[in-house]
Protein backbone atom coordinates (compact mmCIF):
# COMPACT_ATOMS: atom_id res chain seq x y z
CA UNK A 1 0.00 0.00 0.00
CA UNK A 2 1.12 3.04 -1.25
CA UNK A 3 0.48 5.94 1.10
CA UNK A 4 0.63 9.75 0.42
CA UNK A 5 -0.44 12.86 2.82
CA UNK A 6 -2.36 15.58 1.94
CA UNK A 7 -0.29 18.36 2.44
CA UNK A 8 -3.19 20.39 4.06
CA UNK A 9 -2.28 19.01 6.86
CA UNK A 10 0.62 16.26 8.37
CA UNK A 11 -2.15 13.76 8.97
CA UNK A 12 -1.73 10.49 6.98
CA UNK A 13 -4.35 9.48 4.08
CA UNK A 14 -4.18 5.85 2.85
CA UNK A 15 -4.22 5.46 -0.93
CA UNK A 16 -4.20 2.56 -3.08
CA UNK A 17 -2.88 2.50 -6.33
CA UNK A 18 -2.93 -0.90 -8.57
CA UNK A 19 -1.95 -1.35 -12.25
CA UNK A 20 1.04 0.31 -11.57
CA UNK A 21 4.35 -1.55 -14.00
CA UNK A 22 7.39 -0.61 -11.71
CA UNK A 23 5.74 1.63 -10.61
CA UNK A 24 4.98 3.96 -13.83
CA UNK A 25 1.50 4.04 -15.67
CA UNK A 26 1.50 3.12 -19.35
CA UNK A 27 -2.06 3.68 -19.93
CA UNK A 28 -3.12 6.07 -22.95
CA UNK A 29 -4.69 9.55 -22.23
CA UNK A 30 -8.46 9.64 -21.76
CA UNK A 31 -10.71 10.95 -24.42
CA UNK A 32 -11.86 14.69 -24.12
CA UNK A 33 -15.19 14.72 -23.11
CA UNK A 34 -17.75 18.27 -22.96
CA UNK A 35 -16.60 20.98 -20.19
CA UNK A 36 -19.49 20.49 -18.18
CA UNK A 37 -18.75 16.50 -18.00
CA UNK A 38 -15.87 17.42 -16.05
CA UNK A 39 -17.02 19.95 -13.25
CA UNK A 40 -18.88 19.62 -10.09
CA UNK A 41 -20.28 22.66 -8.41
CA UNK A 42 -22.25 23.99 -5.70
CA UNK A 43 -23.68 27.81 -5.16
CA UNK A 44 -23.60 29.60 -1.85
CA UNK A 45 -26.41 31.42 -0.49
CA UNK A 46 -26.48 35.18 -0.28
CA UNK A 47 -26.98 34.06 3.81
CA UNK A 48 -24.10 32.15 3.67
CA UNK A 49 -21.99 34.43 2.24
CA UNK A 50 -22.56 36.88 4.74
CA UNK A 51 -22.03 34.54 7.24
CA UNK A 52 -18.82 33.79 5.93
CA UNK A 53 -17.54 36.84 5.88
CA UNK A 54 -18.31 37.70 9.65
CA UNK A 55 -17.48 33.65 10.53
CA UNK A 56 -13.07 33.96 10.62
CA UNK A 57 -11.55 36.18 13.52
CA UNK A 58 -8.49 35.96 14.06
CA UNK A 59 -9.00 33.66 16.48
CA UNK A 60 -10.67 31.16 14.85
CA UNK A 61 -7.90 32.00 11.27
CA UNK A 62 -5.31 30.84 14.28
CA UNK A 63 -7.48 27.77 15.78
CA UNK A 64 -8.45 26.36 12.05
CA UNK A 65 -6.33 22.60 11.32
CA UNK A 66 -4.36 21.13 8.92
CA UNK A 67 -7.08 19.46 6.55
CA UNK A 68 -5.61 16.11 6.24
CA UNK A 69 -7.94 14.81 8.80
CA UNK A 70 -11.24 15.11 6.62
CA UNK A 71 -9.21 11.81 4.76
CA UNK A 72 -7.56 9.82 7.60
CA UNK A 73 -7.51 6.43 7.30
CA UNK A 74 -9.99 6.66 3.62
CA UNK A 75 -8.89 4.71 0.54
CA UNK A 76 -8.78 6.46 -2.00
CA UNK A 77 -7.31 5.46 -5.78
CA UNK A 78 -5.35 7.35 -8.70
CA UNK A 79 -6.24 6.65 -12.23
CA UNK A 80 -2.91 5.92 -13.59
CA UNK A 81 -4.22 6.35 -16.66
CA UNK A 82 -2.55 9.56 -18.21
CA UNK A 83 -4.42 12.55 -18.27
CA UNK A 84 -5.67 14.34 -21.41
CA UNK A 85 -4.27 16.88 -23.35
CA UNK A 86 -5.41 19.28 -25.73
CA UNK A 87 -4.17 22.34 -27.10
CA UNK A 88 -1.92 24.29 -25.24
CA UNK A 89 -3.11 27.65 -23.51
CA UNK A 90 -2.18 30.36 -21.34
CA UNK A 91 -4.31 33.07 -19.66
CA UNK A 92 -3.03 36.31 -18.83
CA UNK A 93 -3.28 37.82 -15.47
CA UNK A 94 -3.62 41.40 -14.45
CA UNK A 95 -0.97 44.09 -13.43
CA UNK A 96 -0.49 45.32 -10.04
CA UNK A 97 2.04 47.58 -8.17
CA UNK A 98 4.29 45.77 -5.66
CA UNK A 99 8.37 45.48 -4.26
CA UNK A 100 10.78 43.29 -6.74
CA UNK A 101 11.38 40.16 -4.43
CA UNK A 102 14.87 39.08 -4.24
CA UNK A 103 16.88 36.77 -7.04
CA UNK A 104 16.94 33.93 -5.57
CA UNK A 105 19.68 31.22 -5.49
CA UNK A 106 19.32 27.91 -8.16
CA UNK A 107 16.91 24.99 -6.86
CA UNK A 108 16.15 25.58 -3.78
CA UNK A 109 13.91 22.63 -1.44
CA UNK A 110 12.59 25.11 0.70
CA UNK A 111 11.95 28.34 3.18
CA UNK A 112 10.55 31.55 4.22
CA UNK A 113 10.16 33.78 1.52
CA UNK A 114 11.85 37.30 2.12
CA UNK A 115 11.21 39.03 -1.18
CA UNK A 116 8.16 40.85 -2.22
CA UNK A 117 6.60 41.13 -5.57
CA UNK A 118 2.93 40.34 -7.37
CA UNK A 119 3.31 36.81 -5.44
CA UNK A 120 2.49 38.46 -1.96
CA UNK A 121 -0.39 39.51 -2.91
CA UNK A 122 -2.11 37.57 -5.09
CA UNK A 123 -1.10 34.24 -2.87
CA UNK A 124 -2.93 34.13 0.40
CA UNK A 125 -5.01 31.65 2.99
CA UNK A 126 -7.80 29.39 2.40
CA UNK A 127 -10.69 29.12 4.87
CA UNK A 128 -13.14 26.61 5.37
CA UNK A 129 -15.68 24.47 7.31
CA UNK A 130 -16.60 20.82 6.74
CA UNK A 131 -18.30 18.79 9.35
CA UNK A 132 -18.76 21.16 11.71
CA UNK A 133 -14.34 21.40 11.96
CA UNK A 134 -12.65 24.55 10.76
CA UNK A 135 -9.53 23.62 8.27
CA UNK A 136 -6.80 25.64 6.34
CA UNK A 137 -5.11 25.62 3.16
CA UNK A 138 -3.43 27.97 0.78
CA UNK A 139 -4.72 29.80 -2.94
CA UNK A 140 -4.07 32.55 -5.22
CA UNK A 141 -5.88 34.77 -7.43
CA UNK A 142 -5.96 33.64 -10.82
CA UNK A 143 -6.88 35.53 -14.20
CA UNK A 144 -10.55 34.95 -15.00
CA UNK A 145 -13.05 36.76 -16.67
CA UNK A 146 -14.92 37.37 -13.43
CA UNK A 147 -11.77 38.59 -12.11
CA UNK A 148 -12.98 36.85 -8.66
CA UNK A 149 -11.36 33.48 -8.65
CA UNK A 150 -8.89 31.66 -6.44
CA UNK A 151 -7.69 28.84 -6.93
CA UNK A 152 -6.67 25.70 -4.33
CA UNK A 153 -6.73 22.64 -4.58
CA UNK A 154 -9.45 20.38 -4.49
CA UNK A 155 -9.09 18.54 -1.18
CA UNK A 156 -9.28 22.45 0.22
CA UNK A 157 -13.32 22.52 -0.98
CA UNK A 158 -14.37 19.19 -1.32
CA UNK A 159 -14.25 15.88 1.38
CA UNK A 160 -13.44 13.78 -2.18
CA UNK A 161 -15.64 12.28 -2.48
CA UNK A 162 -18.30 13.95 -0.24
CA UNK A 163 -19.69 17.18 0.82
CA UNK A 164 -18.45 20.77 -0.38
CA UNK A 165 -16.71 22.76 2.52
CA UNK A 166 -19.19 26.23 3.86
CA UNK A 167 -17.61 29.03 5.22
CA UNK A 168 -15.21 29.28 2.49
CA UNK A 169 -13.12 32.25 2.08
CA UNK A 170 -9.97 33.80 0.91
CA UNK A 171 -7.40 36.10 2.34
CA UNK A 172 -4.49 37.43 0.53
CA UNK A 173 -1.63 38.58 1.60
CA UNK A 174 -2.04 36.94 4.87
CA UNK A 175 0.99 37.39 7.21
CA UNK A 176 0.39 36.62 10.85
CA UNK A 177 -3.16 37.20 11.46
CA UNK A 178 -3.21 39.97 9.39
CA UNK A 179 -5.46 40.50 6.39
CA UNK A 180 -4.84 43.71 4.21
CA UNK A 181 -6.60 43.15 1.38
CA UNK A 182 -9.64 41.75 3.77
CA UNK A 183 -11.44 38.40 3.34
CA UNK A 184 -13.40 37.16 -0.10
CA UNK A 185 -16.08 34.80 0.62
CA UNK A 186 -16.74 32.23 -2.07
CA UNK A 187 -20.50 32.53 -3.68
CA UNK A 188 -19.68 29.32 -6.00
CA UNK A 189 -17.12 26.38 -5.55
CA UNK A 190 -15.95 23.82 -8.40
CA UNK A 191 -14.02 20.84 -8.60
CA UNK A 192 -13.47 17.85 -11.05
CA UNK A 193 -15.61 15.32 -11.29
CA UNK A 194 -12.83 12.74 -10.86
CA UNK A 195 -11.89 14.70 -7.40
CA UNK A 196 -15.24 15.01 -6.24
CA UNK A 197 -16.14 11.59 -7.00
CA UNK A 198 -13.44 9.50 -5.72
CA UNK A 199 -10.97 11.56 -4.06
CA UNK A 200 -8.45 11.08 -7.84
CA UNK A 201 -4.83 12.79 -6.79
CA UNK A 202 -4.68 13.28 -10.49
CA UNK A 203 -7.72 16.18 -10.83
CA UNK A 204 -6.93 17.58 -7.04
CA UNK A 205 -8.00 20.87 -8.15
CA UNK A 206 -10.44 23.58 -6.34
CA UNK A 207 -11.46 27.13 -8.25
CA UNK A 208 -14.04 29.27 -5.89
CA UNK A 209 -15.51 32.44 -7.30
CA UNK A 210 -15.43 35.05 -4.61
CA UNK A 211 -17.47 38.00 -3.74
CA UNK A 212 -16.46 41.34 -2.77
CA UNK A 213 -14.28 43.02 0.05
CA UNK A 214 -14.05 46.48 0.38
CA UNK A 215 -15.72 47.24 -2.33
CA UNK A 216 -13.25 45.75 -4.71
CA UNK A 217 -13.29 42.11 -6.85
CA UNK A 218 -10.35 40.04 -5.85
CA UNK A 219 -8.29 40.99 -9.14
CA UNK A 220 -9.05 44.62 -8.83
CA UNK A 221 -7.94 44.77 -5.29
CA UNK A 222 -4.32 42.53 -5.20
CA UNK A 223 -4.24 41.67 -8.82
CA UNK A 224 -4.31 38.08 -10.73
CA UNK A 225 -1.81 35.41 -11.90
CA UNK A 226 -2.44 34.32 -15.32
CA UNK A 227 -3.16 30.31 -15.83
CA UNK A 228 -1.72 27.45 -18.24
CA UNK A 229 -2.65 24.18 -19.34
CA UNK A 230 -1.55 21.63 -21.76
CA UNK A 231 2.27 22.70 -21.62
CA UNK A 232 5.25 21.64 -21.39
CA UNK A 233 6.11 18.64 -18.43
CA UNK A 234 9.33 18.59 -16.72
CA UNK A 235 10.03 22.66 -16.44
CA UNK A 236 11.31 24.59 -13.64
CA UNK A 237 9.10 25.79 -11.30
CA UNK A 238 8.24 27.74 -8.21
CA UNK A 239 5.43 26.93 -5.66
CA UNK A 240 4.45 28.97 -2.75
CA UNK A 241 2.09 28.25 0.36
CA UNK A 242 2.07 28.69 3.79
CA UNK A 243 2.72 25.66 5.42
CA UNK A 244 1.71 24.83 9.37
CA UNK A 245 3.24 21.95 10.58
CA UNK A 246 7.27 21.80 11.76
CA UNK A 247 9.74 23.59 10.93
CA UNK A 248 6.72 26.47 9.67
CA UNK A 249 4.50 28.33 11.83
CA UNK A 250 1.15 28.72 9.36
CA UNK A 251 1.89 32.42 9.23
CA UNK A 252 3.77 33.28 6.63
CA UNK A 253 4.53 32.89 3.25
CA UNK A 254 7.09 29.85 2.36
CA UNK A 255 8.31 28.55 -1.24
CA UNK A 256 10.74 26.04 -2.86
CA UNK A 257 11.43 25.93 -6.47
CA UNK A 258 13.56 23.36 -9.09
CA UNK A 259 12.62 21.15 -11.68
CA UNK A 260 10.12 19.37 -11.89
CA UNK A 261 10.06 15.39 -12.14
CA UNK A 262 6.95 12.36 -13.12
CA UNK A 263 5.81 10.08 -10.35
CA UNK A 264 7.99 6.97 -10.69
CA UNK A 265 7.33 5.87 -7.59
CA UNK A 266 3.00 6.03 -7.19
CA UNK A 267 2.03 6.00 -10.58
CA UNK A 268 -0.13 9.28 -10.60
CA UNK A 269 0.47 11.77 -13.72
CA UNK A 270 1.52 14.63 -11.38
CA UNK A 271 4.53 16.03 -11.11
CA UNK A 272 7.18 16.27 -8.09
CA UNK A 273 9.11 19.21 -6.84
CA UNK A 274 11.85 18.32 -3.94
CA UNK A 275 10.21 20.67 -1.23
CA UNK A 276 10.31 20.56 2.50
CA UNK A 277 6.61 22.81 2.56
CA UNK A 278 4.22 21.07 5.28
CA UNK A 279 0.59 20.95 6.10
CA UNK A 280 -1.27 24.55 5.19
CA UNK A 281 0.51 24.19 2.07
CA UNK A 282 -2.43 22.56 -0.16
CA UNK A 283 -3.43 24.63 -2.99
CA UNK A 284 -0.55 26.76 -2.98
CA UNK A 285 0.55 27.62 -6.33
CA UNK A 286 2.87 26.10 -8.60
CA UNK A 287 4.47 28.62 -11.37
CA UNK A 288 6.17 28.54 -14.87
CA UNK A 289 7.89 30.89 -16.54
CA UNK A 290 8.05 32.62 -13.04
CA UNK A 291 9.95 35.82 -12.62
CA UNK A 292 11.70 36.74 -9.43
CA UNK A 293 11.70 40.04 -10.39
CA UNK A 294 8.52 40.99 -10.96
CA UNK A 295 6.64 37.84 -8.49
CA UNK A 296 4.55 37.33 -11.60
CA UNK A 297 4.57 33.17 -13.43
CA UNK A 298 1.82 31.54 -14.93
CA UNK A 299 -0.08 29.18 -13.06
CA UNK A 300 0.67 25.53 -13.93
CA UNK A 301 0.13 23.30 -10.74
CA UNK A 302 -0.94 23.49 -6.98
CA UNK A 303 0.19 21.94 -4.03
CA UNK A 304 -1.21 18.67 -3.19
CA UNK A 305 0.25 15.85 -1.72
CA UNK A 306 3.46 13.94 -0.72
CA UNK A 307 4.84 10.61 -0.14
CA UNK A 308 5.00 9.49 3.82
CA UNK A 309 7.76 7.19 2.83
CA UNK A 310 9.87 5.96 -0.50
CA UNK A 311 12.41 7.54 -2.80
CA UNK A 312 10.23 10.56 -3.45
CA UNK A 313 9.15 11.16 0.03
CA UNK A 314 11.12 14.59 0.22
CA UNK A 315 8.63 15.97 -3.06
CA UNK A 316 6.20 17.57 -3.10
CA UNK A 317 3.52 16.79 -6.02
CA UNK A 318 1.11 18.38 -8.52
CA UNK A 319 -1.38 17.62 -10.33
CA UNK A 320 -0.65 18.43 -14.47
CA UNK A 321 -2.93 21.16 -15.80
CA UNK A 322 -4.66 19.24 -19.06
CA UNK A 323 -7.74 19.34 -20.68
CA UNK A 324 -9.86 17.76 -17.38
CA UNK A 325 -8.59 20.56 -15.33
CA UNK A 326 -8.76 23.18 -17.89
CA UNK A 327 -12.25 22.54 -18.14
CA UNK A 328 -12.85 22.79 -14.86
CA UNK A 329 -11.15 26.43 -15.25
CA UNK A 330 -13.11 27.46 -17.67
CA UNK A 331 -16.51 26.48 -15.82
CA UNK A 332 -15.74 28.64 -13.15
CA UNK A 333 -13.82 31.58 -14.45
CA UNK A 334 -16.41 32.48 -16.55
Not at 93 to 104: D, F, I, Q, R, V
Not at 163 to 180: C, E, K, Q
Not at 263 to 268: F, K, L, P
Amino acid sequence: MIRRTLVAASVLGAISAAGLVNGAATAAPRSEAKASDHTVSKAVSKSAQQKAKTYWSSARMKKAKDASVLVKNRSKSVDTSSVARGKAQVVQGSLATAKAPKAPQAAYGGGYYSGGGKVVQTTGKVFFTLAGSDYVCSGSSTAAANKSLVQTAGHCLNEGPGAFATNFTFVPAYNNGSAPYGQFAATNLYTSTQWANSGDFNYDIGYAVVGTAGGKKLADAVGSQGVGFNLSKGAYMYSFGYPAASPYAGQKLAWCHGTVIADTYGGSSDQGLACNMTGGSSGGPWFINYSTSTGVGTLNSVNSFKYTGGPLSGYMFGPYFGSVIQSVYNQAQA
